[in-house]
């Protein structure tokens, strides 16, 4: 049996492919103020411009590609049971060929229906408009949580945190919640890792590593020391 080896990324993932991570130091997202489009409000006020905002990002992540610590974290599956967590609404990690992705935060590359979070619909052609409905004629939405709505699936992931034998950290805050208290539903005693460039206070955390560097070059630094796990077992 594979040790379970639990991943847990966020924007800084995905910021090494060009997708431009979450919010920005003015508190914008891509020039627009986060209450205008990324709440359930904004949809009700203006419908059309949230789903062109959404149309416009999903094509960034049409256009972008896994980087390499994308690749390498699918490659840990030929040596470890991984189990991947996400905060981010791309699908660079199944593209990279990570087998078990769960998104805490939604798929951009799926819509669903505006009465029923459990009905979805992928969008081909990167676009939903006015006027596209699910089968019972209500307007689609992008299938993404918003400031203000609840994060469904945040049980879930902390029942596989709880199952990890290792956990990884990589490119998230941490201070986003309910998803950055994930790293306290791992077992105390195991290891774990948080790549990241930022500066942490890890104190309050019990066995957490910290490689201050960007998602690439931390990967590449802690591949070796994944390695020594194998070794060891």
């Known amino acids: 049996m594979h040790q379970k080896l639990v991943v847990f990324s966020g924007a800084g993932m995905s910021a090494e492919s060009g997708i431009n991570t979450f919010r920005a130091s003015d508190g914008l ?14 949809f009700r006020r203006d419908p059309a411009l949230v789903l062109e905002f959404y149309n416009v990002r999903r094509k960034q992540v049409m256009a972008a590609k896994p980087n390499a610590a994308h690749a390498m974290i699918a490659e840990l599956q030929q040596d470890f ?12 990690h199944e593209r990279a060929g990570s087998k078990k992705v769960l998104h805490l935060h939604g798929e951009i590359m799926k819509a669903r ?3 029923d979070e459990n009905e979805f619909y992928p969008v081909p052609n990167g676009e939903i408009n006015i006027g596209d409905k ?13 400031f203000g709505e609840e994060v469904p699936l945040i ?15 990589i490119g998230t ?3 986003v919640y309910p998803a950055a208290g994930l790293v306290n539903a791992a077992k105390p005693e195991i ?43």
Request: net charge negative; with cysteine.
């Open 173 to 175: 805050s941490l201070i």
């Open 191 to 233: 290891p774990k890792y948080l790549i990241d460039p930022g500066t942490f206070d890890l104190h309050q955390y019990q066995n957490l590593q910290h490689i201050q560097q960007n998602a690439v070059a931390g990967m590449e630094e802690l591949l070796p020391v994944l390695k020594s796990h194998l070794a060891a077992k």
């Open 81 to 92: 049971d991984v189990q991947v967590i996400t905060q981010n609404i791309d699908d660079l």
């Open 29 to 42: 997202w891509e020039n627009h103020r986060i209450e205008d489009v990324a709440t359930p409000e904004a």
């Open 113 to 115: 229906s505006s009465v």
């Open 134 to 146: 699910c089968g019972r004629g209500f307007q689609l939405r992008p299938h993404v949580v918003w």
């Open 155 to 169: 049980q879930t992931a902390r029942h596989l945190a709880a199952q990890a034998e290792l956990f990884l950290i």
